[in-house]
């Protein structure tokens, strides 16, 4: 045996790098403190940390596009190039494509580790979604050593269907940096509102998301509308790109709020931005267990939210903000305005948001659940490894 099978491998797939910029950092530098390397299969040519080897990948977000069939030819030549000990894969293209892949090396012992970060089949999807990804991820189940889910609804979704994973577990999201994202004092966030261009007695509202269908800014741009002249003050803060930016520009035109509504674009300092708001609020329609969220509650803001899996797992009713019947704008806007009238509430419900993040999402607590499944994987291995020898 050379001495380069020595090292034991894993691969991380996604369909984008990004993604492992944004969420996945923590985890690969834990691997490579243990010895390992790291590999990373995805779209994009960005450089990651915590990397030995990165490919780029022709992997594409429509399940449809053709150039995933060659990207799904990379993989398996990716695979069956590297001997790896682990394959965790996200994203659901990157979820399918590296599974199909590691079919045959997963005969030789490579565990195969899938994160579904949210099922597009859930309570309330469309009907195609159940008829396109359900029977999908069922087949793929039976590929899979550990799936992982990052919510309940998720997770006991995949137990009473019956999904054949060696095991199924329920990991809560991807941790928050509670030490970059945290509250900060009045004196503090007056110095910051002012250097961002705020007044100290501006009511801030804030959303980070991409402009697309699902995460559904225009419903934000409603509620601002309904509440505009009962908070003199308010102010929509909307970081992030996207395809629907230019139909929300005109909306904010034609309901006379433009001069409410900031439009930040894709931003690299949100843990600045987050802790001068007042308020978290969230529109999207689906969710898994949404990062942005659990970053405006780590620090210290209270949240209304449209009514979805994902935010009912971190938002209790009256306890750390509010969770909005599908797309009733007049009940959400109500709830920002009990928020900017009553600021013992708002203060509370923003503690209460941030103890709950501390308690249950934060990155110690997430990195101590994804080590132990990995552990068992290894220790797995090197069972398999002893009895080979």
């Given at each position: 045996?050379?001495?380069?099978?020595?090292?034991?491998?894993?691969?991380?797939?996604?369909?984008?790098?990004?993604?492992?910029?944004?969420?996945?950092l923590?985890?690969?530098?834990?691997?490579?403190?243990q010895?390992?390397?790291?590999?990373?299969?995805?779209?994009?040519?960005?450089?990651?940390?915590?990397?030995?080897?990165?490919?780029?990948?022709?992997?594409?977000?429509?399940?449809?596009?053709?150039?995933?069939?060659?990207?799904?030819?990379?993989?398996?030549?990716?695979?069956?190039?590297?001997?790896?000990?682990?394959?965790?894969?996200?994203?659901?293209?990157?979820?399918?494509?590296?599974?199909?892949?590691?079919?045959?090396?997963?005969?030789?012992?490579?565990?195969?580790?899938?994160?579904?970060?949210?099922?597009?089949?859930?309570?309330?999807?469309?009907?195609?979604?159940?008829?396109?990804?359900?029977?999908?991820?069922?087949y793929?189940s039976?590929?899979?050593?550990?799936?992982?889910?990052?919510n309940s609804?998720?997770?006991?979704?995949?137990?009473?269907?019956?999904?054949?994973?060696?095991?199924?577990?329920?990991?809560?999201?991807?941790?928050?940096?509670?030490n970059?994202?945290?509250?900060?004092d009045?004196?503090?966030?007056?110095?910051?509102?002012?250097?961002?261009?705020?007044?100290s007695?501006?009511?801030?509202?804030f959303?980070?998301?991409?402009?697309?269908?699902?995460?559904n800014?225009?419903?934000l741009?409603?509620?601002?509308?309904?509440?505009?002249?009962k908070?003199?003050?308010?102010?929509l803060?909307l970081?992030?790109?996207?395809?629907?930016?230019?139909?929300?520009?005109?909306?904010?035109?034609?309901?006379?709020?433009d001069?409410?509504?900031?439009?930040?674009?894709?931003?690299h300092?949100?843990?600045?931005?987050?802790?001068?708001?007042?308020?978290?609020?969230?529109?999207?329609?689906?969710e898994?267990?949404?990062?942005?969220?659990?970053?405006?509650?780590?620090?210290?803001?209270?949240?209304?939210?449209?009514?979805?899996r994902?935010?009912?797992?971190?938002?209790?009713?009256?306890?750390?903000?509010?969770?909005?019947?599908?797309?009733?704008?007049i009940?959400?806007?109500?709830k920002?305005?009990?928020?900017?009238?009553?600021?013992?509430?708002?203060k509370?419900?923003?503690?209460?948001?941030?103890?709950?993040?501390?308690?249950?999402?934060?990155?110690?607590?997430?990195l101590?659940?994804?080590?132990t499944?990995?552990?068992?994987?290894?220790d797995?291995?090197?069972?398999i490894?002893?009895?080979?020898?």
């Amino acid at each position: 045996m050379g001495g380069d099978e020595l090292v034991k491998k894993i691969l991380f797939c996604a369909t984008v790098d990004y993604h492992f910029k944004a969420f996945h950092l923590p985890y690969m530098d834990w691997f490579q403190k243990q010895g390992w390397e790291v590999h990373v299969a995805a779209a994009g040519d960005m450089e990651l940390p915590c990397t030995n080897k990165k490919y780029n990948i022709a992997i594409q977000r429509s399940p449809f596009h053709p150039s995933n069939i060659k990207a799904f030819e990379q993989l398996k030549e990716i695979i069956d190039d590297n001997n790896y000990s682990i394959i965790h894969c996200h994203t659901p293209l990157g979820g399918v494509l590296a599974r199909l892949a590691a079919r045959q090396t997963r005969k030789m012992g490579t565990s195969v580790i899938y994160t579904a970060h949210g099922f597009h089949f859930c309570k309330g999807a469309p009907l195609k979604n159940w008829l396109m990804y359900y029977p999908m991820e069922r087949y793929l189940s039976k590929h899979t050593d550990t799936l992982i889910t990052i919510n309940s609804e998720d997770y006991n979704l995949a137990r009473r269907h019956q999904f054949q994973s060696d095991s199924i577990e329920h990991v809560h999201g991807v941790g928050v940096n509670t030490n970059k994202f945290k509250p900060i004092d009045e004196e503090n966030k007056r110095e910051l509102r002012k250097s961002f261009g705020y007044q100290s007695d501006d009511f801030l509202l804030f959303y980070a998301a991409e402009f697309n269908k699902n995460k559904n800014q225009q419903f934000l741009l409603q509620v601002l509308a309904l509440i505009k002249n009962k908070v003199p003050n308010v102010k929509l803060l909307l970081a992030g790109e996207g395809p629907s930016l230019q139909n929300c520009m005109t909306l904010a035109n034609h309901l006379g709020i433009d001069d409410r509504v900031d439009l930040l674009g894709l931003r690299h300092d949100i843990h600045q931005l987050v802790p001068m708001c007042d308020v978290g609020v969230a529109s999207s329609l689906r969710e898994g267990l949404p990062v942005n969220v659990m970053e405006m509650m780590a620090s210290g803001l209270p949240i209304v939210a449209v009514d979805n899996r994902g935010h009912r797992e971190l938002i209790t009713n009256n306890k750390n903000g509010w969770l909005i019947s599908r797309l009733d704008p007049i009940d959400f806007a109500e709830k920002v305005i009990n928020l900017a009238k009553f600021s013992d509430i708002r203060k509370q419900f923003g503690k209460n948001a941030r103890d709950s993040i501390l308690s249950t999402y934060s990155l110690e607590k997430v990195l101590k659940e994804k080590k132990t499944i990995y552990q068992s994987l290894m220790d797995r291995e090197e069972g398999i490894e002893w009895a080979i020898h």
